[in-house]
């Protein structure tokens, strides 16, 4: 679900329990990444209005900040005193309940919240506070780098021995002016041999980003056949030089949404449609809301991708591994409980529960929970399953 990128900075954070606002200024998607407009090529027309700021996509945006908030307080405030969250976070990170924080624990669960932190600042578009010459700017700005598509077929594959472009759309060539393809640039060699199915596909014919992104299945990853849902990755641009090989511009950061996302039936579209369903029983991992997929790739943007180079100390979020499954990622817990910190659909199944756990009504809003369930393994059938049960506070 996620290529390699660059984690934005680490940063000191501080929660901000204003939910749908920051600073008296109303977040908006648009501050959060260059959102591609059109109704086709991978547009975001249909699930945001660019002039109103509405949609589906600032729906999905509101049950965003509220469940981070949410569960962040929960565990700041409520950690020691409360069964449900403890075990909660037994279940999906692995950090024992030893019936309050403190110790190795404790630092475990502050790891775990300040990770969220991070997260929210990002979707609430959260400002430095410290002293300096950054104050009040944001945290992680966008500096127009960080796109959004409602899809991939904004991608079109070229050919290796295509003539390469630079960012500028311009043709690339060597100090003698003759051309240079796309194989002849070596880092983009070097990202075709990395798999003899990649293939380089160009952004630039639909977008304004110039550059090229490797893969084996680019503007194919969201074809109906394939039930993908979304994808975090890295576009290339070159920096044209007449005296020798083209340099490597920083990259450009891409979020895809594709349309199984917005359209799939085993999801609920929000968390009031997906509480409206719960009965005891149900299984946690039939009622994470549509939202999830957008949440699920700012950890990538975020936190970066494990390349794998580090075993002993590993930085990033896994990629290639990542598990999706909830049973899948409630053994991992068990059985790895780091990697489990760093997977995540373990954070996203988290957030769904404590949601769903503590949640408030606010009548029509999507956002709004109607009644409070808690999760736990229960016996339904010859199998178990995370399912619904009425809460006991305490």
Known sequence: MAKPL????L?????????????GVSVNLNDLFVVHAGATKSGCDTYFNQKNGDGTLDDWLEEINYSLSTAIDKIDQRYNREKSIRMAI???????????????????VDNLSANLKRVLDFFSFEKITADGPSKGQPIYPLNGNRFLFCGS???EAKKKGTVARDWKDNEIKD?????????DVTAYANALKADPNNKAWWSGDHTPVKGYYFSTTGGKYCGPATKNLGLTAAIQELEADPSGQP???????????????????????????GGAKIKAGTNLADVVPKSATLLHEAFHVLFGVDDGNNPANPIGFLQGDEIYDLAA????????????????ENYVFFLTHMYYLYGEPSGTDPSSIDTNWDFAPIKKGTDYVYGAVIPTWG
């Open 6 to 9: 660059l984690p934005l900075g």
């Open 11 to 23: 940063a000191t954070v501080l929660l901000c329990l204003l939910l749908r606002t920051v600073s």
């Open 90 to 108: 037994q279940t999906f990170f692995g950090i024992r309940n030893d019936g309050r924080a403190r110790g190795d624990i404790k630092v475990k």
């Open 153 to 155: 077929d904004f991608l």
């Open 175 to 183: 100090d003698k002016g003759k051309a240079v393809t796309i194989a």
């Open 247 to 273: 340099t490597l511009r920083k990259p450009v950061e891409i979020v895809v949404l594709c349309e199984e996302s917005f359209t799939n039936t085993k999801q609920p579209d929000s968390y009031r449609i």
């Open 329 to 344: 990622c409630i053994q991992l817990a068990k059985d790895d409980p780091e990697k489990a910190r760093r997977n995540p």
